[in-house]
């Protein structure tokens, strides 16, 4: 019974930290990425750089990064954005993000498939 607690306890999501490997002397910020619902398979890219790798949450807050335009490319559920965002020093940008539910992923991707299959069947008769 106990092994049962622990599983339950894994698979719940939880906020990350991380922070983006900026210089010492660069003037940073913070970026944080709140997701309407916890979301699995969490990849954030800042600037081309991974700084968060196959989370399970709902809350990301990524300190150090440059003050700036920044480029984020993050993953969530099988689905992927790319935006600019503005980064300051003087408090955390705080970024709403919307993320599909955890099977519309594999739903879309076998939909387009067989939508695919059914068209080039179609066109070469």
């Known amino acids: 019974m106990k092994w ?4 339950v306890l894994l698979g719940c ?3 990350v930290r991380a922070r983006y490997a900026s210089l010492p002397d660069q003037p940073t910020g913070t970026l944080v990425l709140t997701m309407a619902r ?3 398979g ?6 081309g750089l991974l700084v968060v790798d196959d989370a399970h949450t709902k809350h990301v807050v990524i300190d150090g990064v440059p003050v700036g335009t920044a480029e984020v490319v993050m993953a969530a559920n099988g689905s992927d954005k790319a935006f600019n ?3 300051g020093s003087e408090h955390p940008t705080t970024v709403p993000l ?4 955890e099977g519309m992923g594999f739903v879309k ?3 387009g498939s067989l939508i695919t299959i059914i068209v080039y ?3 070469h008769r």
Do not use: E
């Open 38 to 40: 916890p979301a699995s």
């Open 98 to 101: 919307g993320v599909p539910d």
């Open 121 to 123: 069947s179609l066109l």
């Open 4 to 7: 049962l607690w622990l599983v």
């Open 85 to 87: 965002v503005w980064i």
């Open 42 to 47: 969490v990849t954030v890219a800042i600037n």
């Open 13 to 15: 999501a939880h906020d």
């Open 109 to 111: 991707t076998i939909a």
